[in-house]
């Protein structure tokens, strides 16, 4: 249940307090270049400490790669990676080892396993992420290929709807973020997603639809709370006839005139752009003081300390194109062999 | 992939105007007694024609249960099942045979395939899920013997928020939907479910979330476009000091003092009530001329004909019942071998 | 577990005593001729009572196939179908309810899932394989297309290795196994199989190697209990001197001048015939007197009656055959999926 | 394909000649001490250069353990390991870089993938194994809980079968070793495995047969070319009444009076010894000049040179254990499912 995928297949380990997380991708098609500047860039996409939203902890996400490549090439054997854990202080946790953080998974991993690794939320760490942006970053090199677009951007925190220029949006984040960091609360939002460009027909019917295999992929990320495709939750009160996509001829090409079902019918990609949306929660941390009950079924204070996100929307932005990247590649190869 | 769950697994097969709709449901536990009343009572929920909302068809979708019952007890062998379709009219497709109907599977489907059923949606037909209400249907058989109900019901029809009493919410369906019919169009909805009294631990770590297995499941029915948990979109406006679930003692065991999460938390249920909700846009069939492209590339009308229900919210029901089902048990299959 | 597959998969269900054995085959490529007569004449190779070296029951195997084909092509959508079981005489095993017969799986299944239909064997009669002979049937349907084609045939019975032709080996085997018969006694032996014109490149390193995966499949049927690949078990004496498969130009294509390796390196495919062995016990019910144990834990002797095969190996060709069509057209299509 | 196991998974990247080799095991049972020592002494155990028989090549094969261990107990997380590759002679491997090396996978690889990584054999190298050896390593601390045991050794070189003590064996082998190496050729022979004290009850029918499980793990095994359980190939002579294992009372438990069977009976184990063997052709690299082909289609001469073991007999040992082990582990765990 650490592997993500039918054909393309992430599988993922490590805790964020741990010598190192890293993973295994497997079938990765054959002969595609690796362009590793871009797979680092990826990652460096998710870390903190890249502008005024983000926390000041200077991770270093480097990746190395162990195989499955030859002379820049990929072979199609697996790719193995590994990124070392460094700035561990893990001491600092240890007045954490006993304790349920609310809504956090402390309790629930404790209650499933009976053991866990309590250092900064071990595998339940965000951290675990940029196993997935490694994954989705070879996708996204494969589909560059076949001329597949992915990309995701925020479109809403808390109740506030972004608009405007890149610039004025990028602004607007900031001011919210930085009075929600002064209050010492957290707040989440949307992302939302669109996949250009992608090939009609992908999809497995009945069970793999290409909206559930979506759905599942966004809603495995940490803190993800809801999804929807297509005009999704906001269509809810339109009918029938405002929903439905009549095709047409555009240049002698099937297209639909609208696009309300967000590039999915009948769980197939019908070529026009798959566009979703993902709600992320506000993060559990926040710098106040919460009741809570330990491992010991004692009531007891969780104490506020040091420094936290009070938002990471935008560090979660290059997980939910990796994790759409996969699906696509996944479903592009699943494809292949519905005929002889 | 038309195969669905890890441990308990439910393979589905069946057009709407072949001879049969079937499947095998696979890791059915031993030892059940395989109540074959409540079977079928749960398909005759799904059945149309049994109240004013849903069209008059009598189709009686009897199942024929073929194996892995033996003096009425699961026998932890594969169970296969058939229920015949009945009441054919393929002829009254012929018109159809060409046409790419708006926000169908027609054209996916004939794409990726280069040939499809086209009476009745073939294997598009909702008339598919009948099948996932079989499996749902065994599923719950075993989640009573260990206490868990799964209970979904309508909450929303269109923009109205269906409110008051169960007879008065049926009287608000009841009037949306025929006001909607009058009009030739359809209107889609919200369902919400709820598992109650799940055990503490069910949920695989990171992709295998059981949030991201409920939203892979409830996505894949037709029609299906959104998914969420807990306060889900409703509460993107909430701070994390509103949203997170403080932990408290109750009778000495561990709860949480709210429940926004959603009774799950990392990925993992909490013991607490897994709520969650699921959006159907309008069906696409409506009463009304369209315009659309056939498959030789003309532009082509499609004329309204026949009778069709303007809205499947209370058919749905089961059918998300029935898919939450399987993915607990599923779930807490899977959680047993966590330890040896 | 009862599912089949990687890509083209089985899945099948069914006792020998209850209404119907059937399956499910998904991942059947699309745009296939379905020849109906075809698969059933590959039943009927299964069946008894076709000549001296078997049972005289007159089992007729009607499939019927329920979904997946659309004017006589396979629409990519999966295939249900079913055999009924008829010629029931269930009563003559209530003898046997209690009993656990020597080398059969009485025993086991009692202990693993603590019931078992004790009717003919159940699940474990060979019975169900006739489930494989569908799955293996339109298998070949795809696979003709392609060229490849796979056929099996008894090599040894006991220790008498068959020679001369066709009829000479028939004849042969007739009067050992009349031999067999007469002494109330049974005989295993060995089936070889070849795969013709199977392309370059397919299996999946390194779990998924070709042989692994053939021999998985050849090693789930019942009483099998020996595989082998190439020269296998009648080469251990040789040297690499001796078993490399040298290369050689042939007409500007690139062959093996010997096939020591059986058609596989690697676990890839290399061009050449694929040749394996599957060893075959003695079939467990035998016209003598036996002791045993019943399920309350009294030793008894469990007497002989009825008619049985005394030698299976005859029927159990065209399930080799199914299994290694099937194993194949599975890799054939995973291998699409090496490059984008 | 480069995972192996249903609960209990293994996933394997690396190649001989790149970084490192490495793997991820997914379904740890939470709560197991990880004995590192035991570990590293099972890694090498596998190393070459331990004895007269292997080459004196000096691999240091350290496991780096990177997940999944908490204070010194598994967690029920992803275990990520690697193994630096070091004593790299890259440059030795460029004349054979267009060369086709009979029985060796290059030719088969370079089809299939149309890329591949030549140096010692890339991802084809037996070095991949001793990730399997990790994998067996951690499965053997789980089953030690369990009482179970898995042991293997090598009983036939070529054609000689080896008798007497443990000693004689080992002199037996060595003189016939010598000798090949000698000749510059290269010799297989046959590894017997059982398993002892395993439950009874471990197997999933019908295609997931315990049996069928073992056999394609052990064919997935480098230059393994055949398999067989219980009396296996040298039973093939024998009659129904010869082969069947009677059930007798012992201390007032059931067990079987002989064991022909090799502890399975119906695909799931009944407690007994579980009893195979697998056999190994010669390793196809000898110091013999070959004919070939090169990738340009040209026949030419491979010329024989370097140090190369003439039998790896002795370092399969553990590797057909630890398959063995995740064998056993993976379908002890699936059948905790059989009952809620």
Redesign the interface.
Known sequence: ????GN?Y?L?????SH???????I??M????VADTEFIQSELDRRRPGQGKLTTARNETDHI?????I?EG????????F?VRNTDHHSADYDAMKDL?R????D???Q???????YRGG???SAR?TLCRVVGGAFAKL?LR??GVTVEAHVT?V??HILTGSKDEQQKQMEEIVSQ?RA?G??????IAGVVSHCP??L???????L??????????I?A??????????D???????Q???????ND?Q?H??TN???GI??????GEDIRFRV?F??????M?Q????DKH?N?VTLEAKGRHD?CVLTRAVPIVEAMAAMVILDY?????????
Chains 1, 2, 3, 4 share one sequence.
């Open positions: 249940m650490n592997t993500f054909i297949r599988t993922t380990f490590g805790e741990g010598p190192a997380l890293g993973g295994v497997d079938g098609p054959a002969g595609i190395e790669l162990l195989s499955g030859f090439v990929t072979t199609g054997t697996p790719i193995g590994i349920y609310p809504s956090h998974a309790y629930t991993y209650m499933k396993y009976g053991v866990r690794d071990g595998r339940t675990e494969a290929q076949l809403q808390g109740k929600v209050e609360d957290s707040i989440g939002g949307i009609v027909g999809g497995q019917p009945v069970f793999g639809k909206n559930a295999a979506l759905a599942g992929a966004m809603m495995s940490n993800a709370k809801g999804f929807d495709i297509g005009d999704g939750f269509g809810v009160g339109q009918k029938g006839s929903m439905n996509d009549e095709f047409c001829l002698g099937i639909t005139r309300h079902s967000g019918q009948g769980g197939i990609s019908n709600l929660k506000p993060v559990p941390t926040i106040r919460q009741n809570t009950v079924g009531e009070p592009y190869l699943l494809n292949k062999t519905t005929t002889i």
